[in-house]
Nanobody, 122 residues
Framework: QVQLVESGGGVAQAGGSLRLACIAS????????MAWFRQAPGTEREFVSA????????NFADSVKGRFTISRDNAKNTLYLQMSSLKPEDTAIYFC???????????????WGQGTQVTVSS
């Protein structure tokens, strides 16, 4: 059983940056593909970014491409999301997830964190 805990959320101004982290415990972190999803009020959870087990392959939603970077440190059991050039529409709860493959499909992920709130003011 893998436990995931996100941190790093908060309030940022438009154009600013935030770095989210997700620490995993209770399992072998390097055996899981990891991803970030987000959910804004009144909307469905949406894919943000995913990274393969060794970090060699990544993918991003079109809405964040060129602004967000995903990375992982398998030695520290930690996943990161560096968010830059933030926009008010990035405001959401951000969740990390672990699963067998790096995909945009939320159903493919077995483990989820509780989420961290990101608010971007204009």
């Amino acid at each position: 059983q893998v436990q995931l805990v996100e941190s790093g959320g908060g309030v940022a101004q438009a154009g600013g940056s935030l770095r989210l982290a997700c620490i995993a415990s209770g399992g072998s972190f390097s055996q899981y593909a990891m991803a970030w999803f987000r959910q804004a009020p009144g909307t469905e959870r949406e894919f943000v970014s995913a990274i393969a087990r060794r970090g060699y392959s990544t993918n991003f939603a079109d809405s964040v491409k060129g602004r967000f970077t995903i990375s992982r440190d398998n030695a520290k059991n930690t996943l990161y999301l560096q968010m830059s050039s933030l926009k008010p529409e990035d405001t959401a709860i951000y969740f990390c997830a672990a699963g067998p493959i790096a995909t945009m499909d939320a159903e493919a992920y077995n483990y989820w964190g509780q989420g961290t709130q990101v608010t971007v003011s204009s």
